[in-house]
């Protein structure tokens, strides 16, 4: 039996990333880039407008007010898109709009309701200062420029960026297939009846979400029988994948086959059992190059033993650098007693209020209970030498979502 971390350190250091693949754009989305994107133009490229008003050379307004406006020619209107036909003279001035490209000679543009229109002439009313209202070429980017660098995640605004930069496909890392299997013969689909002695098959729902939920992708093998053939069968086919999990057999009963198939096909173990509850029964290694998790039966077991190794594996094979979810301090809220020599993770509510952050358990702590689960949205991690956390102490809590992060209503107002 190992500790935590150390099954941490030999599951990654044996993971690395699938490969890069190019996508079109909408579908990189959330992805890893696999190459630096360096802008092959100016953004904008030339000197626009950032108001619908008048371009004008700064110094014919010197002095202009409301009560003693200057006069300035309007040579032309320059909408959105056009490109402007005559260069401006001093005291002359183009009717412009948003993003419409600068004439030569203007050196500021002034916003329309300081204007008033007066025939094929303007009365400007206020004096303007240079560079005012321009947004100059190469403002946002310029040619050469790295905007996105290889590691980083590409958010909607990267896709904006992109799509400026006239990238319609970009080269991510791959998501991993992971084929999930679930063993027993106790097992129903879940569009099966079962009897009073069958449990449904929750857990290959359950980890499947979690495996979309990191981003991968999964190939569901259903159920397998507690029978050698069977077991073979489905394990050979799931080797067509770049992870394997399975949940249930590997744990110490008399059909608990999965350890030995996993022998018998070719792979390598690399441990079994964890020093940890709930989850303990965990497997790891290789079938054939194929990681492969044996992760418990138990529904609670299976959802932890995957949070704590599956989760960082897949982040890793995609690319990520940020592999961990996030860990708050908090107040506990009663009392948890505990049996040293295993790191326990108790399934918490965690509210963040003016003093800080809280944490309470959800109930019945059993590694059946799924419940307690479905109400958690966090994990309170207590370490192995621990034997009673008190209330009132400060406990580590591994935060499951982002929950704590949004809110009902904007904070800001």
């Not at 190459?35 to 014919?60: C, F, Q, T």
């Amino acid at each position: 039996m190992i500790t935590v971390a150390a099954a941490i350190e030999q599951i990654l250091s044996t993971i690395t990333p699938v490969g890069l693949e190019k996508v079109n754009l909408l579908d990189a989305l959330g992805r890893v880039l696999g190459e630096a994107v360096v802008a092959g133009r100016n953004i904008p490229p030339k000197d626009n407008s950032a108001m619908d008003g008048y371009a004008l050379h700064w110094r014919d307004t010197i002095g202009a007010s409301a009560e003693n406006p200057v006069i300035l020619e309007v040579t032309e209107d320059i909408p959105a898109g056009a490109i402007p036909r005559h260069s401006l003279a001093a005291g002359q001035a183009a009717r412009i709009m948003t993003g419409a490209p600068l004439p030569a000679g203007a050196d500021a543009v002034l916003r329309m309701e300081d204007t008033e229109k007066d025939g094929l002439k303007v009365r400007i009313k206020v004096e303007v200062q240079p560079g005012q209202d321009i947004r100059s070429a190469g403002e946002d980017v310029r040619e050469g420029e790295t905007v996105l660098a290889v590691g980083d995640i590409v958010r909607p605004a990267g896709i904006g960026m992109l799509a400026s930069l006239g990238r319609s496909f970009i080269s991510v890392y791959q998501r991993p297939l992971v084929a999930v299997l679930a063993t027993g013969n106790e097992l129903v689909d879940i569009d099966e009846n079962p009897t009073p002695w069958n449990i449904v098959n929750s857990n290959s729902y359950s980890i499947a979400s979690l495996v979309r939920d990191c981003g991968a992708l999964v190939m569901q093998l259903g159920i397998a029988r507690d029978e050698r053939q069977d077991l073979l069968a489905k394990f050979r086919a799931a080797m067509r994948a770049d992870v394997i999990i399975s949940t249930g057999g590997v744990s110490v009963g008399d059909y608990d086959l999965v350890k030995d198939i996993m022998q018998e096909v070719g792979s390598s173990m690399q441990f079994w059992q964890v020093a940890m509850r709930p989850g303990k029964p965990l497997a790891y290694g290789t079938m054939g190059a194929v990681p492969m998790f044996g992760l418990p039966g138990n529904p609670v077991s299976s959802m932890i033993s995957f949070e704590e190794f599956v989760r960082p594996a897949l982040l890793k094979m995609m690319g990520h650098q940020k592999i961990f979810r996030g860990t708050v301090k908090a107040l506990l809220q009663e009392n948890i007693e505990k049996r040293t020599g295993l790191t326990h993770f108790i399934r918490a509510l965690v509210k963040l209020g003016p003093a800080g952050y809280t944490a309470t358990t959800t109930g019945e702590q059993g590694s059946g209970i799924l419940k307690s689960m479905v109400r958690a949205n966090g994990l309170i991690v207590l370490p192995e030498d621990l034997e009673i956390a008190r209330a009132g102490t400060e406990v580590a809590v591994q935060l499951l979502d982002n929950s704590l992060a949004c809110t009902a209503q904007p904070d800001y107002l």
